[in-house]
């Protein structure tokens, strides 16, 4: 098994050797980010921390120690590239209050620098990467930062055997546990503890496009990952009504009370058969863990039950649609279990 789908809980991060490949991200860069994530944890920095700093650096600097040409003598030293934006250098862009140039350019004290401002940010772990990423930074673009954080936790998975898919709990990190209010490293939760009943397209429900996690009904469902409200609304049935404020019923047709939530990396989360009207509204910022509504039966229901969609690219339609079981492991907030209630 690959470190991207192993989860261990310990695994030192190495500098040395073959990297692997990320994307556009190869081996010079794919070390810089191993340089940053064994900083982070000589420093005991919990993972949520090595993801929100490569994906700082992913931005800063596409991952390369970068000289600058208007700073004198960074060219002369050892890097992978010039950039020109006012005095900054290194993995991080630091400017010249975070130290001298030949220490802003050594990767391992940049990355050390930029922990040190982070863990003295109230509340670190609980913030969206963005606004994380930004109180260290004080960047002219401070949203610029969430696009690399499904990226920066497939790199960190793949460099320290699946570290974001991590969860704090009791001071230790455990892997695939992450649900409701406790946030993986990657930034993702389940929405609800539960579970998963009916599951993606199977033989005999092909078009069922998402899976159906059992719950009490009232059982808060909580936002997946940080992300923007595009959806909250009543789904009209087959005959086009839009009586979401009672049971549905099997055949029926629609969502019944439902959400879509836009996160980072152009994924939806579709969220169906609340029992009332939705918590958020349409255009609503939301973070990860938040409660956005509450478990019910309307719609296209036989029985109180979460149906939960995940979709690729921004596309809210069914050709878009994926299987949410892997796609929630992978990220540290496993759909587990099985069940036999209705769907």
Same mark, same amino acid.
């Given at each position: 098994?690959?470190n991207?789908?192993?989860?261990?809980?310990?695994?030192?991060?190495t500098?040395?050797?073959d990297?692997?490949?990320m994307g556009r991200?190869?081996?010079?860069?794919m070390?810089?980010?191993?340089?940053?994530?064994?900083?982070?944890?000589?420093?005991?920095?919990? !993972?949520?921390?090595?993801?929100i700093?490569?994906?700082t650096?992913?931005?800063?600097s596409?991952l390369?120690?970068?000289?600058?040409?208007?700073?004198?003598?960074s060219r %002369?030293?050892?890097?992978?590239?010039?950039?020109r934006?006012?005095?900054?250098?290194?993995?991080?862009q630091?400017?010249a209050?975070?130290?001298?140039?030949?220490?802003r350019?050594?990767?391992?004290?940049?990355?050390?620098?930029?922990?040190?401002?982070?863990?003295k940010?109230?509340?670190?772990?609980?913030?969206?990467?963005?606004?994380?990423?930004?109180?260290?930074?004080i960047?002219?673009? !401070?949203?610029?930062?969430a696009?690399?954080?499904?990226?920066?936790?497939?790199?960190?998975?793949?460099?320290?055997g699946?570290?974001?898919?991590?969860?704090?709990?009791?001071?230790k990190?455990?892997?695939?546990?992450?649900s409701?209010?406790?946030?993986?490293?990657?930034?993702?939760?389940?929405?609800i503890p539960?579970?998963?009943?009916s599951?993606?397209?199977?033989?005999?429900?092909?078009?069922?496009?998402g899976? %159906?996690?059992?719950?009490?009904?009232?059982?808060p469902?909580?936002?997946?990952?940080?992300?923007?409200?595009?959806?909250?609304?009543?789904? !009209?049935?087959?005959?086009?009504?839009? %009586?979401?404020?009672? %049971?549905?019923?099997?055949?029926?047709?629609g969502?019944?009370?439902?959400?879509?939530?836009?996160?980072?990396?152009?994924?939806?989360t579709?969220y169906?058969?609340?029992?009332?009207?939705?918590?958020?509204? !349409?255009?609503?910022?939301?973070?990860?863990?938040?409660?956005?509504?509450?478990v019910?039966?309307s719609?296209n229901?036989?029985?109180?039950?979460?149906?939960?969609?995940?979709?690729?690219?921004?596309?809210r339609?069914?050709?878009?649609?994926?299987d949410p079981v892997?796609?929630?492991?992978?990220?540290?907030?496993?759909?587990?279990?099985?069940?036999?209630?209705?769907?």
């Open positions: 098994m690959s991207e789908l192993a989860c261990k809980q310990d695994q030192t991060v500098t040395k050797g990297m692997p490949r991200y190869g081996q010079t860069q070390r810089n980010a191993a340089i940053i994530i064994k900083v982070g944890q000589e420093m005991r920095v919990p !993972p949520r921390g090595w993801v700093a490569v994906a650096a992913m931005q800063e596409g390369r120690n970068l000289a600058n040409s208007t700073v004198a003598g %002369d030293i050892p890097n992978e590239g010039v950039g934006d006012h005095d900054s250098v290194g993995l991080f630091q400017r209050g975070w130290g001298d140039v030949s220490q350019m050594t990767p391992a004290y940049a990355a050390r620098k930029f922990y040190e401002k982070l863990l940010v109230d509340g670190w772990q609980q913030l969206p990467l963005t606004l994380a990423a930004q109180k260290v930074q960047s002219a673009y !401070p949203d610029a930062y696009k690399h954080e499904d990226v920066a936790s497939q790199i960190v998975n793949a460099l320290a699946g570290a974001a898919r991590t969860v704090q709990i009791a001071e990190s455990v892997c695939d546990q992450a409701a209010q406790t946030i993986a490293a990657s930034g993702w939760t389940a929405p539960g579970g998963v009943g599951g993606f397209r199977t033989a005999s429900r092909p078009r069922h496009n899976v %159906d996690v059992a719950a009490r009904k009232g059982t469902i909580h936002a997946a990952a940080t992300g923007r409200v595009v959806v909250a609304r009543c789904d !009209p049935d087959h005959n086009g009504r839009r %009586d979401c404020n009672v %049971d549905g019923s099997p055949n029926k047709g969502c019944g009370w439902f959400v879509d939530i836009l996160h980072a990396g152009g994924y939806l579709r169906c058969h609340m029992v009332e009207k939705p918590l958020v509204a !349409p255009g609503q910022e939301v973070k990860a863990g938040e409660i956005i509504g509450r019910g039966s719609g229901s036989s029985g109180p039950h979460l149906h939960f969609e995940v979709h690729r690219d921004g596309d339609s069914s050709r878009s649609a994926i892997p796609f929630m492991r992978q990220r540290g907030a496993a759909l587990n279990g099985s069940s036999t209630r209705p769907s």
